[in-house]
């Protein structure tokens, strides 16, 4: 008798959690919306009218509400869970919100100079109003294009040595490279590129578009080949097994089966890096200068990038300085649009050249 009690009890808590009842679907919702409301309410009658205030104090209250009201209603076990399904609702809100704010501050800002004229016109010969991004946005482009089109093959192929071939001491100390390069600062990256350019070239000729594009190489090869890695990771080793089974050699297994299977995930991956090197300031400053005019050849002068642009145009205003401010406003939300655009591209690549799995 004493062994079926337990068994018993386990059933019954079993039992009980499905047939206990349950709050509607919005309830959370419409508790979230009286708990603010009763705190609006409390704050009117003492007179304290902080948004801030208001909003803490209404969540604060909504969770001990929420949690008290589940324990009553649908038990111990669901109200510890929806405690912290509240709490990870309200971490992600904590984290968009200074995201969305961001974004709806640059676009009302950047809104003011988003014309043709912007797209058009560098600022050579521009004092105070007018002019625009053009050679800016040009450099930027150029430059990233060079680091993308240099880091890519680098990063791709090492992470193919990591995953398939590389073993022993070797393997180890290039994984460990990486993960020093992943937290080398950008200023560093500058610094070396501009040091091996000044051996080549001299300083007086160092600064060039092509030294940016080593600099942010520095920075993004690090990230592509760990996204990378970790992609051809996952594809399963009996795709490779069965392709060496039909006589495929090992080259054409990784060109024909594992890298169109981590496709998806390596474009991703690219994606994210150029993300990350595209807004870089501080390596820029240093390589590849500054000029108010187009320099569409990276490997002759100096070339403005748009990062440095609104770096410049909010550090260095002239008189009045709103023009300054209002094309550096545009030139960010010129950036945000860019990396968007990128992820479109990414996510179009993926999709297009992912290997469809037939059901």
Same mark, same amino acid.
């Given at each position: 008798?004493?062994?079926?009690?337990?068994?018993?009890?386990?059933?019954?808590?079993?039992?009980?959690?499905?047939?206990?009842?349950?709050?509607?679907?919005?309830?959370?919702?419409?508790?979230?919306?009286?708990?603010?409301?009763?705190?609006?309410?409390?704050?009117?009658?003492?007179?304290?009218?902080?948004?801030?205030?208001?909003?803490?104090?209404?969540?604060?209250?909504?969770?001990?509400?929420?949690?008290?009201?589940?324990?009553?209603?649908?038990?111990?076990?669901?109200?510890?869970?929806?405690?912290?399904?509240?709490?990870?609702?309200?971490?992600?809100?904590?984290?968009?919100?200074?995201?969305?704010?961001?974004?709806?501050?640059?676009?009302?800002?950047?809104?003011?100079?988003?014309?043709?004229?912007?797209?058009?016109?560098?600022?050579?010969?521009?004092?105070?109003? +007018?002019?625009?991004?053009?050679?800016? !946005?040009?450099?930027?482009? @150029?430059? $990233? /294009? #060079?680091?993308? &089109?240099? *880091?890519?093959?680098?990063?791709?192929?090492?992470?193919?040595?990591?995953?398939?071939?590389?073993?022993?001491?070797?393997?180890?100390?290039?994984?460990?490279?990486?993960?020093?390069?992943?937290?080398?600062?950008?200023?560093?990256?500058?610094?070396?590129?501009?040091?091996?350019?000044?051996?080549?070239?001299?300083?007086?000729?160092?600064?060039?578009?092509?030294?940016?594009?080593?600099?942010?190489?520095?920075?993004?090869?690090?990230?592509?080949?760990?996204?990378?890695?970790?992609?051809?990771?996952?594809?399963?080793?009996?795709?490779?097994?069965?392709?060496?089974?039909? +006589?495929?050699?090992?080259?054409?297994? !990784?060109?024909?089966?594992? @890298?169109? $299977? /981590? #496709?998806?995930? &390596?474009? *991703?991956?690219?994606?994210?890096?150029?993300?990350?090197?595209?807004?870089?300031?501080?390596?820029?400053?240093?390589?590849?200068?500054?000029?108010?005019?187009?320099?569409?050849?990276?490997?002759?002068?100096?070339?403005?990038?748009?990062?440095?642009?609104?770096?410049?145009?909010?550090?260095?205003?002239?008189?009045?300085?709103?023009?300054?401010?209002?094309?550096?406003?545009?030139?960010?939300?010129?950036?945000?649009?860019?990396?968007?655009?990128?992820?479109?591209?990414?996510?179009?690549?993926?999709?297009?050249?992912?290997?469809?799995?037939?059901?």
């Amino acid at each position: 008798m004493s062994v079926s009690e337990p068994v018993a009890s386990t059933k019954k808590d079993f039992s009980d959690s499905l047939t206990a009842a349950r709050l509607p679907r919005y309830s959370s919702i419409g508790l979230l919306i009286l708990c603010l409301a009763v705190t609006a309410v409390f704050d009117a009658i003492t007179g304290a009218n902080n948004i801030g205030r208001l909003v803490v104090i209404g969540v604060v209250l909504y969770l001990i509400v929420h949690n008290i009201v589940l324990r009553a209603v649908e038990g111990a076990r669901q109200a510890t869970n929806g405690l912290v399904r509240d709490l990870v609702v309200l971490a992600f809100v904590i984290a968009v919100i200074p995201l969305i704010s961001l974004v709806v501050e640059t676009i009302q800002r950047g809104i003011t100079r988003f014309d043709g004229a912007y797209f058009s016109q560098s600022m050579w010969g521009v004092i105070n109003t +007018g002019g625009g991004a053009a050679h800016a !946005i040009q450099g930027t482009l @150029i430059v $990233t /294009a #060079l680091a993308t &089109i240099i *880091s890519v093959p680098i990063g791709l192929f090492t992470a193919i040595y990591l995953v398939e071939y590389g073993k022993g001491h070797l393997s180890r100390a290039i994984t460990l490279l990486v993960d020093v390069m992943t937290g080398i600062p950008s200023i560093v990256a500058g610094l070396f590129a501009f040091s091996l350019f000044s051996l080549i070239v001299g300083v007086a000729h160092a600064r060039m578009g092509i030294t940016g594009a080593i600099a942010l190489c520095v920075l993004m090869i690090p990230f592509v080949v760990r996204s990378a890695e970790e992609m051809l990771s996952l594809v399963p080793n009996s795709l490779r097994e069965a392709s060496y089974a039909l +006589g495929v050699t090992k080259w054409r297994t !990784i060109a024909k089966v594992v @890298i169109p $299977t /981590a #496709l998806s995930g &390596i474009v *991703s991956g690219i994606v994210i890096a150029i993300a990350r090197v595209i807004g870089e300031t501080a390596p820029l400053l240093i390589t590849a200068g500054f000029v108010t005019w187009k320099n569409p050849n990276p490997f002759d002068g100096s070339m403005t990038t748009l990062p440095v642009f609104v770096y410049n145009q909010v550090m260095v205003p002239g008189v009045p300085q709103q023009p300054f401010f209002d094309r550096a406003w545009t030139g960010a939300l010129v950036l945000i649009l860019i990396v968007m655009l990128l992820n479109l591209i990414g996510r179009f690549i993926a999709a297009r050249f992912a290997p469809k799995i037939k059901k």
